[in-house]
C-alpha cells in the first residue's frame, strides 16, 4: 500500500498567479518548476519535494494498494480505479508527486526518469 501525496492549488491562487504572477504563489512556482527540471532553477526535482514538504503544500490525495513504486505509477495513470482510495482530488500520477509506503514508510518523489528516494518521513 502507497499513499500519494500531490500539490494542488486553490482557485484564489490560480487568480492571484494570474493576475499578479508566478511569483505570487510560493506553491506553484515549485509545482511550475517539476516540469522544467534543474535548468530553471537549478534545483533536482528531490530538491523541490523537499522543500515544498517542509513548507506543508503537500496533501494526501490517496492510497494505492500496490506493492511498488512503478504499480503507483501504472494505477494512477491507467488504472484499474478499484485498487485507488480517494481522499482528495487527484490528478494522474506524474513528476513530484510524493509516495510513502504503508509498511517502511519508505518515501519517493515521482522524477522525470523514474523515482528518487527521499531520505525523509513524510509529516503531512
Not at 494570474?18 to 534545483?43: L, M, T, W
Request: net charge negative; hydrophobic share 35%; aromatic share 12%.
Amino acid at each position: 500500500m502507497f499513499d500519494v501525496y500531490q500539490i494542488h492549488l486553490t482557485k484564489e491562487q490560480f487568480t492571484m498567479v494570474n493576475e499578479i504572477g508566478p511569483e505570487s504563489v510560493p506553491a506553484y512556482e515549485i509545482q511550475r518548476d517539476f516540469s522544467f527540471g534543474p535548468d530553471f532553477h537549478g534545483k533536482e526535482t528531490h530538491e523541490l519535494a523537499s522543500e515544498a514538504l517542509d513548507k506543508n503544500y503537500y496533501k494526501k490525495v490517496a492510497t494505492f494498494d500496490c506493492d511498488d513504486v512503478r504499480e503507483v505509477f501504472q494505477i494512477g495513470n491507467i488504472g484499474p480505479e478499484e485498487r485507488i482510495t480517494r481522499h482528495e482530488q487527484m490528478h494522474s500520477v506524474s513528476i513530484g508527486d510524493v509516495l510513502v509506503e504503508h509498511n517502511t514508510h519508505n518515501t519517493w518523489v515521482v522524477g522525470r526518469y523514474g523515482y528518487q528516494e527521499l531520505n525523509r518521513e513524510v509529516a503531512v
